[in-house]
Each structure stands twice: as structure tokens, then as C-alpha cells.
């Protein structure tokens, strides 16, 4: 909240969040309607918020994947290492995305296997 109102975030931004553990679900509401580019994080999000970034395909990496100088209170990237990161959460995003529909499908057929048993 405060980056955004020092600063402004807007779409396209790569954010890198210091101490990612106290983001929760709020926070990533927040940065899901900016639209970053990118979230780097130091530490571990909340299953909330990872969720609500998840299903707003707003990329998350870890900040050791990108090295970050900062000047004043704003950080600078590699443009190079920002297009990685990126890459890399849509190649983990697409097995996410197959292992959530895997398990919506192992689900509908426990389902109908419990309701043909009792039927």
C-alpha cells in the first residue's frame, strides 16, 4: 500500500515485495487489479494470496532468481532476468494448472464411483 501510494503502481510493473510472508489475500487483490509483470518476493506468500495471483496469472518468482539494485527506494532489474523469471512461472503455472484439472477430474470420478455405489 505504500510503494502504491509513494509511487503509483501500475500495470506492467515488476513489484519485489522485501518480506513477502505478511502479504495475504488484500495484498494480492491489490497487486492482481495493477497487473504487474512480474512479483518478486523474498520469502513465502500466504496460500491466499498465492491463490488469488494464481488465478489472476500474475507471475511470482523468487527475487534470488533476479538480480536487483536498488537506488533510492525503487529497485532496478535486467530486463533479461525479469523475461526469465516470467517464463519460468508460465512453465510452472501450465504444470499447476494440469495438476489442478487432474485432480478436478479424480474428484468428479470419486464422485460418480460413491454415487453409482449407492444408487
Same mark, same amino acid.
Given at each position: 500500500?505504500?510503494?502504491?501510494?509513494?509511487?503509483?503502481?501500475?500495470? =506492467?510493473?515488476?513489484?519485489?515485495?522485501?518480506?513477502?510472508?505478511?502479504?495475504?489475500? *488484500? !495484498?494480492?487483490?491489490?497487486?492482481?487489479? !495493477?497487473? +504487474?509483470?512480474?512479483?518478486?518476493?523474498?520469502?513465502?506468500?500466504? %496460500?491466499?494470496? @498465492?491463490?488469488?495471483?494464481?488465478?489472476?496469472?500474475? +507471475?511470482?518468482? +523468487?527475487? =534470488? =532468481?533476479? !538480480?536487483?539494485?536498488?537506488? =533510492? @527506494?525503487?529497485?532496478?532489474?535486467?530486463?533479461? #532476468?525479469?523475461?526469465?523469471?516470467?517464463? %519460468?512461472? #508460465?512453465? $510452472? *503455472? &501450465? $504444470?499447476?494448472?494440469?495438476? $489442478?484439472?487432474?485432480?478436478?477430474? @479424480?474428484?468428479?470420478?470419486? &464422485?460418480?464411483?460413491?454415487?453409482?455405489? !449407492?444408487?
Amino acid at each position: 500500500r505504500t510503494a502504491d501510494e509513494q509511487y503509483g503502481l501500475a500495470r =506492467d510493473d515488476v513489484v519485489y515485495l522485501r518480506d513477502a510472508s505478511g502479504a495475504g489475500r *488484500a !495484498t494480492a487483490e491489490l497487486l492482481a487489479e !495493477t497487473e +504487474p509483470r512480474l512479483v518478486l518476493r523474498e520469502g513465502g506468500l500466504s %496460500d491466499a494470496a @498465492d491463490t488469488v495471483l494464481f488465478d489472476h496469472e500474475v +507471475p511470482v518468482g +523468487p527475487a =534470488d =532468481d533476479v !538480480t536487483i539494485q536498488e537506488v =533510492d @527506494d525503487l529497485a532496478v532489474a535486467r530486463e533479461s #532476468e525479469v523475461e526469465a523469471a516470467v517464463a %519460468d512461472w #508460465e512453465e $510452472r *503455472a &501450465e $504444470r499447476r494448472r494440469r495438476a $489442478r484439472k487432474a485432480r478436478m477430474v @479424480d474428484e468428479i470420478i470419486s &464422485e460418480h464411483r460413491a454415487g453409482a455405489d !449407492t444408487g
